[in-house]
């Protein structure tokens, strides 16, 4: 009995020592496990841009340049995306977005760009460009435009401002509203002037000449195809027009809370005003108001090209345009493509490194 007393008492003393010693195993693999999960967390689960935490939108802001080319009634050629490149000038813009979710982001902007074309720039020796060299009409438009849509990066940033992916393509689509007026250069001389010499046109004196020579002109207040003139059925175009911008690009994340992209972009437009030029045919002259109407009209007569000061051939017949006589092709809308670089500033980019205790 004693013997038995005597045994439970040392398994009771033994367990009593053993027992804190297996709690502290315990507690050490507990501990252990946990930090070796924190060792090797990688952020939330995506392939690039892990971030701790959930997704959090954030706001952009930025400008760049642009450069604008035109398709219309005065390109080179009668073929899809035919342009002078020769006329590309820079222009200006701005823009703000918002991040909403990890694909997509609500943006605006405002943008200037000019597009411009000249007949002058056609091949001659061409039997496609021919006619619109013996037509040799030319344009300028000045474009203010203001835009809105989303932005849908192909690569998503599941976390906020600080998990930007360094690079991703992206598209963008919406819509727009711009306003323009088409311009043209007015002539040295007035060819419809009778003291005209189209033998020797730099012999014409002072009374075949124009005193507001070298001045951009509206086309549009003239009514160059007869929108001002009665029984024509034709009204004076809009200055203000509606159009649907879609573009694609390539964003890089730049140190610190900067962004660069490119953007290529198309306008879909409904005028077939930008040039100035829509009217299957020309006007009788004779209708028109004013010799400088007339001019700006009709400038197959001119000996020399009024934007660059050369000289060119005209082709005898075609001088004095009358009514028939093909001008433009009214059947398709003009189309603008929009080229632009921009930097953007992205807000609440705070970087902080994470504390393990």
């Known amino acids: 009995m004693k013997k038995s007393l005597l045994l439970t008492i040392i398994v009771l003393i033994g367990a009593l020592m053993v027992a804190p010693e297996v709690e502290a195993q315990k507690k050490y693999k507990r501990r ?13 689960k995506q392939r690039r841009g892990g971030s701790f935490g959930r997704f959090r939108p954030y706001a952009w802001v930025g400008g760049g340049l642009n450069a604008a080319n035109y398709f219309g009634d005065l390109a080179p050629v009668s073929k899809a995306a035919s342009t002078d490149i020769s006329f590309t000038r820079p222009g200006i813009g701005g823009i703000i977005g918002y991040r909403m979710n990890p694909y997509m982001s609500a943006r605006a902007s405002v943008n200037w760009y000019r597009v411009s074309g000249s007949d002058f720039s056609s091949d001659p020796t061409d039997e496609l460009a021919v006619l619109r060299y013996r037509r040799n009409l030319s344009f300028r438009n000045d474009i203010f435009e203001v835009s809105g849509g989303v ?23 919406g819509g727009a509203v711009y306003t323009h007026s088409p311009k043209g250069r007015v002539p040295d001389y007035n060819t419809f002037s009778a003291d005209y010499n189209f ?49 694609i690009g390539f964003k890089l994340r730049l140190p610190s809370q900067f962004d660069a992209a490119i953007e290529l972009g198309y306008r879909h437009t409904f005028t077939d005003y930008i040039d100035d030029v829509s009217s299957g045919q020309y006007l009788d002259p004779t209708l028109l108001p004013d010799d400088l109407t007339r001019a700006m009209a009709d400038r197959s007569r001119e000996h020399i090209d009024a934007i660059s000061g050369d000289a060119r ?29 921009r930097l953007t500033y992205i807000f609440g980019g705070v970087k902080r490194k994470a504390k393990f205790r």
């Open 32 to 44: 252990r496990s946990k930090n070796k999960k924190i060792s090797s967390y990688k952020g939330s």
């Open 151 to 173: 932005e849908i990066d192909i690569i998503p940033n599941r976390g906020g401002s600080n998990s930007r992916v360094p690079m991703t393509p992206f598209i963008f689509i």
């Open 199 to 247: 033998t020797d046109p730099l012999s014409s004196p002072a009374s075949a000449q124009f005193s507001n020579a070298g001045d951009w002109v509206s086309l549009r207040d003239l009514g160059t195809e007869g929108q001002n003139v009665a029984g024509t059925g034709l009204e004076p175009y809009s200055r203000v027009e509606l159009s649907i911008p879609i573009g």
């Open 313 to 341: 051939v005209t082709i005898p017949g075609y001088y004095y345009s009358v009514a028939q006589e093909v001008r433009g092709n009214p059947d398709d809308t003009d189309k603008i493509f929009v080229t632009q670089i």
